[in-house]
């Protein structure tokens, strides 16, 4: 990792440079940074210790070792010289056109810019007539040399753009959209500068390799040790491995430290949904809405799916699943991508009051073809099919669940469902070499389900003589 006080230098420029190209988010993220950066005991002052927290329990469990300035397996960082702008001062034109871009007037801005040569002034010209293509969408095609072409000429652009200019997180997360295995991750030309640890860190976590992604945060926190966006990024790691405990302890500290921060809340208040902790939900939706009541933005946004997904949350907590229902089905509406809020959906036609399970078969399947993150789908799929008497189908979800988990790598109660029904259903079918696979794979536990297994066997010896024998009784109780 490069030296603390060269990463404050370069973010100090990027914030100005940044800031002055209307990269907003970027310029926001790399100011966080700046201040996540540990200061030198030496040079505390009043001034520049307010928001550190070098002392947190939680974040001294993830900082496992101190940090040299080499990264991980040797490699030297490349220096990427700082840009130096053209433009010592704004020209005038430059200023009208940022005036019309603000308001998003990006053609107007565009236009101003027409003849301007500055660095800065070509930039904001492409970005404005970037802007005013997605504006319009497809109704007008954006003045360059029309769309790229594929996925592959995009990644060589924006590989290109990092490489040159580091330290736009915007750049590194579009890039991150586009690598979707991790043979495309690994196959990207990127200098090996310190914010290309936090885009690995990113991309592991969005191709669900969380143990790796976890690996990279903590190496991070050696230099950014206070940085409220990585301990964030932890906790979406944490909870995407179901460590629900530690997630809450996360959010708690990063609430303490950030009273007034909004984003990721919606993954806090899911976990306190799940643990059940309702006073403490309703506690952050009040400091959340108390937060943003005076901007112009608190309003409750009828093209906002996460405001009618927080109505159909707070009717479902109070067991009103017809409401419930209701506003669910309007935020699905406006992202019906979102696999999260099928589920939501599937699980209000499950309830006692309702029990419509062919509706929530059909909401579950557009949540697992929507790249169903938390799981959830394919195994309500296959305990649905099997409660409503439909073995073929249950199977079938059983089977893909049990891949996903071995894909991922996780155990437990799940597992051993999907190994138990399958024996089960192979056995009936009598297609006793996989039921005998499944059953095998049960011996390795200790509970009821090692008996169960050994019982399937005994049962498929004796009524198929052909079946090759297996020494069941080696298996001790």
């Given at each position: 990792m490069s030296s603390k006080e060269s990463c404050r230098s370069e973010l100090r420029v990027a914030i100005r440079q940044l800031s002055d190209r209307c990269l907003y988010t970027a310029s926001k993220w790399a100011a966080e940074?700046?201040?996540?950066?540990?200061?030198?005991?030496?040079?505390?002052?009043?001034?520049?210790?307010?928001?550190?927290?070098?002392?947190?329990?939680?974040?001294?469990?993830?900082?496992?070792?101190?940090?040299?300035?080499?990264?991980?397996?040797?490699?030297?960082?490349?220096?990427?010289?700082?840009?130096?702008?053209?433009?010592?001062?704004?020209?005038?034109?430059?200023?009208?056109?940022?005036?019309?871009?603000?308001?998003?007037?990006?053609?107007?801005?565009?236009?101003?810019?027409?003849?301007?040569?500055?660095?800065?002034?070509?930039?904001?010209?492409?970005?404005?007539?970037?802007?005013a293509g997605e504006k319009r969408k497809e109704e007008e095609m954006i003045?360059?040399?029309?769309?790229?072409?594929?996925?592959?000429?995009?990644?060589?652009?924006?590989?290109?753009?990092?490489?040159s200019y580091p330290w736009n997180w915007n750049a590194w997360t579009e890039l991150r959209s586009l690598c979707r295995t991790i043979d495309i991750l690994n196959n990207l030309n990127l200098n090996s500068h310190w914010m290309k640890d936090f885009f690995l860190a990113s991309a592991y976590q969005e191709l669900r390799m969380h143990n790796e992604s976890l690996s990279k945060y903590e190496y991070l926190l050696g230099t950014f040790g206070n940085s409220n966006y990585i301990q964030a990024q932890i906790a979406k790691a944490q909870y995407s491995l179901r460590e629900f405990d530690q997630v809450e302890a996360l959010f708690e500290e990063l609430m303490r430290s950030d009273p007034y921060r909004v984003e990721d809340m919606d993954m806090y208040s899911n976990v306190l949904y799940a643990k059940e902790c309702f006073s403490a939900l309703s506690f952050l939706a009040h400091r959340v809405f108390m937060t943003d009541k005076y901007r112009p933005e608190s309003y409750i946004d009828p093209c906002d799916y996460r405001a009618w997904y927080g109505l159909g949350q707070a009717y479902e907590m109070m067991g009103m699943p017809f409401y419930a229902l209701h506003y669910f089905q309007k935020s699905v509406f406006l992202q019906p991508n979102d696999s999260r809020l099928w589920i939501a959906m599937a699980q209000c036609y499950e309830t006692e009051q309702l029990r419509m399970l062919d509706e929530a078969i059909k909401c579950y399947k557009r949540a697992a073809a929507c790249n169903d993150r938390e799981a959830i789908a394919l195994y309500q799929l296959a305990k649905l099919h099997a409660e409503l008497g439909h073995p073929e189908e249950a199977a079938s979800y059983y089977k893909k669940d049990l891949e996903r988990m071995e894909d991922e790598e996780r155990e437990g109660p799940n597992m051993v469902e999907a190994l138990l029904y399958l024996a089960?259903?192979?056995?009936?079918?009598?297609?006793?070499?996989?039921?005998?696979?499944?059953?095998?794979?049960?011996?390795?536990?200790?509970?009821?389900?090692?008996?169960?297994?050994?019982?399937?066997?005994?049962?498929?010896?004796?009524?198929?003589?052909?079946?090759p024998s297996i020494d069941v009784e080696r298996f001790p109780p």
């Amino acid at each position: 990792m490069s030296s603390k006080e060269s990463c404050r230098s370069e973010l100090r420029v990027a914030i100005r440079q940044l800031s002055d190209r209307c990269l907003y988010t970027a310029s926001k993220w790399a100011a966080e940074q700046l201040v996540g950066i540990e200061q030198d005991l030496a040079k505390f002052t009043p001034s520049n210790t307010r928001f550190q927290r070098g002392s947190s329990s939680i974040r001294r469990k993830y900082r496992t070792h101190d940090i040299t300035t080499t990264p991980i397996a040797g490699v030297s960082y490349v220096a990427t010289p700082v840009m130096e702008e053209d433009e010592l001062v704004d020209g005038d034109f430059y200023l009208l056109a940022k005036s019309y871009f603000d308001c998003r007037e990006y053609k107007r801005a565009a236009h101003v810019l027409g003849d301007q040569t500055g660095r800065k002034s070509v930039f904001l010209r492409c970005y404005a007539l970037y802007l005013a293509g997605e504006k319009r969408k497809e109704e007008e095609m954006i003045e360059l040399e029309g769309p790229l072409g594929s996925d592959n000429l995009a990644r060589t652009v924006l590989v290109e753009s990092v490489n040159s200019y580091p330290w736009n997180w915007n750049a590194w997360t579009e890039l991150r959209s586009l690598c979707r295995t991790i043979d495309i991750l690994n196959n990207l030309n990127l200098n090996s500068h310190w914010m290309k640890d936090f885009f690995l860190a990113s991309a592991y976590q969005e191709l669900r390799m969380h143990n790796e992604s976890l690996s990279k945060y903590e190496y991070l926190l050696g230099t950014f040790g206070n940085s409220n966006y990585i301990q964030a990024q932890i906790a979406k790691a944490q909870y995407s491995l179901r460590e629900f405990d530690q997630v809450e302890a996360l959010f708690e500290e990063l609430m303490r430290s950030d009273p007034y921060r909004v984003e990721d809340m919606d993954m806090y208040s899911n976990v306190l949904y799940a643990k059940e902790c309702f006073s403490a939900l309703s506690f952050l939706a009040h400091r959340v809405f108390m937060t943003d009541k005076y901007r112009p933005e608190s309003y409750i946004d009828p093209c906002d799916y996460r405001a009618w997904y927080g109505l159909g949350q707070a009717y479902e907590m109070m067991g009103m699943p017809f409401y419930a229902l209701h506003y669910f089905q309007k935020s699905v509406f406006l992202q019906p991508n979102d696999s999260r809020l099928w589920i939501a959906m599937a699980q209000c036609y499950e309830t006692e009051q309702l029990r419509m399970l062919d509706e929530a078969i059909k909401c579950y399947k557009r949540a697992a073809a929507c790249n169903d993150r938390e799981a959830i789908a394919l195994y309500q799929l296959a305990k649905l099919h099997a409660e409503l008497g439909h073995p073929e189908e249950a199977a079938s979800y059983y089977k893909k669940d049990l891949e996903r988990m071995e894909d991922e790598e996780r155990e437990g109660p799940n597992m051993v469902e999907a190994l138990l029904y399958l024996a089960r259903y192979y056995k009936l079918q009598e297609r006793f070499e996989e039921a005998e696979v499944y059953c095998t794979r049960l011996l390795d536990y200790s509970g009821p389900e090692r008996e169960t297994a050994k019982s399937l066997l005994r049962g498929m010896r004796s009524s198929q003589l052909s079946l090759p024998s297996i020494d069941v009784e080696r298996f001790p109780p």
